[in-house]
T-cell receptor, first 113, second 115 residues
Framework: GNSVTQMEGPVTLSEEAFLTINCTYTATGYPSLFWYVQYPGEGLQLLLKATKADDKGSNKGFEATYRKETTSFHLEKGSVQVSDSAVYFCALSRAGANSKLTFGKGITLSVRP | DTGVSQDPRHKITKRGQNVTFRCDPISEHNRLYWYRQTLGQGPEFLTYFQNEAQLEKSRLLSDRFSAERPKGSFSTLEIQRTEQGDSAMYLC?????????????FGQGTRLTVV
């Protein structure tokens, strides 16, 4: 079946540090890949996505590249801000009628001033 | 458009009681999903509706769980004879019928505590 594995957390960084959050996946076929973010007290929001190999998703300074050869979709940001503190979830969906999402466990990012 | 709304936001119930949650999706979205999220885990898929038809149910959805989407608009998730293991955040999401844009929009969830 489909699965998503995220690196263990939590992660604590100083403002302006470089961020990498690892995500690998197992799926048959060619899934779409997503990063969702959950800010404190809010619902899940789509941060970025990529729908085919070598696609790069980007938003709010975050980037992730769909690497089929390594089955990875690592999230990166060059300079984090305190406002980036949140829980980040990597997810995939298989192409098909229902597009249900399979999530990783999530990782909590705390950015200190 | 106010996004996906869920009601109630919090529910505390005694073991053995029945509970019902409601989800109002974004108005033009015909796809609706229920997920469950426990502490320290990512959301897990429970069930999917396209319009009023329930097209897929996870094995996580035991016989005590039932979901409906009458008229293809709002949806309800009922849990009968609640157990402590049912304590979780229940999330609803909806997405557009546009196959080129399948982004799922999530509600803020209903947090269930079974005591």
């Amino acid at each position: 079946g489909n699965s998503v594995t995220q690196m263990e957390g939590p992660v604590t960084l100083s403002e302006e540090a470089f961020l990498t959050i690892n995500c690998t996946y197992t799926a048959t076929g060619y899934p779409s890949l997503f990063w969702y973010v959950q800010y404190p007290g809010e619902g899940l929001q789509l941060l970025l996505k990529a729908t085919k190999a070598d696609d790069k998703g980007s938003n709010k300074g975050f980037e992730a590249t769909y690497r089929k050869e390594t089955t990875s979709f690592h999230l990166e940001k060059g300079s984090v801000q305190v406002s980036d503190s949140a829980v980040y979830f990597c997810a995939l969906s298989r192409a098909g009628a229902n597009s249900k999402l399979t999530f990783g466990k999530g990782i909590t990012l705390s950015v200190r001033p | 458009d106010t996004g996906v709304s869920q009601d109630p936001r919090h529910k505390i119930t005694k073991r053995g009681q029945n509970v019902t949650f409601r989800c109002d999706p974004i108005s033009e979205h015909n796809r609706l999903y229920w997920y469950r999220q426990t502490l320290g885990q990512g959301p897990e898929f429970l069930t999917y509706f396209q319009n009023e038809a329930q097209l897929e149910k996870s094995r996580l959805l035991s016989d005590r769980f039932s979901a409906e989407r009458p008229k293809g608009s709002f949806s309800t998730l009922e849990i009968q004879r609640t157990e402590q293991g049912d304590s979780a955040m229940y999330l609803c999401a909806s997405s557009s019928p546009d196959r080129a844009n399948t982004e799922a929009f999530f509600g803020q969830g209903t947090r269930l505590t079974v005591v």
